[in-house]
């Protein structure tokens, strides 16, 4: 015969919920999960949507002659991949992104290369003016497919509470 289950203080954690401040621990890293592979029609479009006139993203032709020799994938859209990449980890419960700072590119991304990210939690501090959120700073590595770093940056993000996040 068997009872109730036994009471455990046990945390169970649904990541579909993502991180709330109070989950965030300082040098703690995130290997986020996925990938995303650049394609020449995302570097195309987001050029396009950008209004970004830099035939490098968009021009064979005049990438052959370039320093790399073929088309780059749009800086911006590498920083927008690589930061998509981590909402679930470490911004699906922000209230707001506060800033990037110190981005860095070094090494190039071409079409056809797949995007990965980590992220290392830097610093945690409850908000001074909104008692419902903290401020959770990360910095943030994107890398492809071989290991290459391609761009690093340091996100700052008001993140809620677990009591003070809006009903879903």
């Known amino acids: 015969m068997t009872g109730p289950p036994e009471e455990t203080t046990q945390r169970v954690e649904r990541d579909w919920e ?9 040098g703690t890293c995130y290997e986020h999960a996925g990938g995303r592979t650049i394609e020449g029609t ?11 006139t830099n035939e490098l993203h968009y021009n064979s032709h005049y990438a052959q002659g ?13 920083l927008a991949v690589v930061t998509g990449l981590t909402v679930a980890g470490v911004s699906r419960n922000a209230a707001a992104n506060l800033g990037w700072d110190d981005v860095r ?15 290392t939690v830097l610093e945690t501090r409850p908000s001074r003016s909104r008692p419902e959120t ?10 492809k497919q071989d290991g290459t770093v391609v761009i690093t940056f340091d996100r700052t993000v008001l993140v809620y509470t677990r009591e003070g996040a809006p009903a879903s």
């Open 134 to 143: 903290g401020i959770v700073r990360v910095r943030t590595e994107g890398y």
């Open 42 to 52: 995302d570097n195309a479009w987001f050029t396009l949507l950008t209004n970004n």
């Open 66 to 78: 370039s320093l790399f020799g073929q088309r780059l994938v749009n800086s911006c859209l590498t």
């Open 105 to 119: 590119l070094p090494a190039p991304v071409f079409e056809g290369d797949t995007l990965r990210a980590r992220s």
């Open 18 to 26: 993502g991180r709330f401040f109070e989950d965030f621990g300082v």
